[in-house]
């Protein structure tokens, strides 16, 4: 079949809307129809170049939801007609990551996803016989899309896809990393650094898992506001201070915080969440995706001295178990996500998605199909 969709040709260029040719799914995989997607900064991230598994031309996108089209072979969880949310985190409940009940880094599709491919190591899209790359394992940024049956859960068929394709990255992240990577107790002391959809997010789970005290941190302010809706006690501009940002934050807490997120991908501020911790038991999460070549550092005191470095992926969260969950969490009212969308457009507008997430003006922007 034959339908539009966003291609992303090369680094640092404008995507453009392509007529792309669709395979029809293989064994194991299914045709989506999507109706909504999300923008992330990880998409702009690997658009920017600096993604070192970024490989063009590529259809991006992996924060979408949508209705099952067709099935191919073998499909067994999965019919024409149900709603899904593609999961750049497969859940095959069969391999050594799934079953370790350790992590939800689930390695079925994990290789060939990596290089932009199905997993029997092809592309299901293609222009003039040319192989457009498949990104994430989701490329929602398409009207159509080939995913593996591993890579989708079925969620709820009332919920609206235009607002729960949020937690197929965003907002699911935020608030896993809270729940499942730092399990914030009540009372505690939370610092988050940048206030976009993931960082907003952190701020909802954070209020969910009753944290005493919320400082958010961003050098834009106009992100104060929606920051303090989400729950924040505190917001700080790095900007008006001469000290370094861990030390103002120190100052404030009688010592440190118990939890801190990197919500950004800026490994300097990697190292102020950490060191803004409390010594002795503050935890910081790495969430932010940074670029490649880059790295962190501190002073091996600050983890020998109790602090601890964790990251998290997908906050945590086995997509095909709990997301169904969190559609429903949603559904009744227990997580927000209405006011994380800022825009709605239609695919032919995306670049200008872009455009206001690099310019701080959106939370998050919705394509609808
Ligand atoms: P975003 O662009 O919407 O938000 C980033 C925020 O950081 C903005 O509010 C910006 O003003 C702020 N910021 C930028 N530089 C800053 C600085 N020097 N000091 C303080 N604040 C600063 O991005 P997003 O979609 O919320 O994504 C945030 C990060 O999380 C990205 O790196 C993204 O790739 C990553 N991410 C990771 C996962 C995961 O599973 N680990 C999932 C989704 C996104
Ligand atoms: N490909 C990059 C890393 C990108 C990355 O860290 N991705 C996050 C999800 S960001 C979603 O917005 C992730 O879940 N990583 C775990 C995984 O298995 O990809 C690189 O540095 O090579
Ligand atoms: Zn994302």
Known sequence: MKCKAAVAWGPGQPLKIE????????????????????????????LSGEDPEGIFPAILGHEGAGIVEAIG????????????????????KECKFCLSGKTNLCQAVRETQGKGLMPDGTSRFSINGEPIFHYMGC??????SVVAEVSLAKIHVDAPLEKVCLLGCGITTGIGAVLNT??????????????GGIGLSVIQGARMAGAGRIIAIDIN????????QFGAT??????KFDAPIQQVIVDMTDGGVDYSFECIGNVDLMRSALECCHKGWGESII??????????????FQLVTG???????????????????????????????????THTMGLEDINNAFDLMHEGKSIRTVILF
């Open 19 to 46: 007529e792309v040719d669709v395979q029809d799914p293989q064994a194991g995989e299914v045709l989506v129809r999507m109706v909504a997607t999300g923008v992330c900064h990880t998409d702009a991230f690997t």
């Open 73 to 92: 072979e073998g499909v067994t969880s999965l019919s024409v007609g149900d709603h899904v949310i593609p999961l750049y985190t497969a859940e095959c």
């Open 139 to 144: 490329s929602t940024f398409s009207e159509y």
């Open 182 to 195: 730092a399990k914030v107790e009540e009372g505690a002391t939370v610092a988050v650094f940048g206030l």
């Open 221 to 228: 302010e106009s992100k104060f506001e929606m920051a303090k």
């Open 234 to 239: 505190d917001c700080v501009n790095p900007k």
């Open 287 to 300: 969430i932010g995706v940074a670029g490649a070549g880059q790295e962190i550092s501190t002073r091996p």
């Open 307 to 341: 602090r601890v470095w964790k990251g998290s992926a997908f906050g945590g969260v086995k997509g095909r178990s709990q997301l169904p969950g969190y559609v429903e969490d949603y559904m009744n009212g227990k997580i927000e996500i209405d006011p994380f969308v």
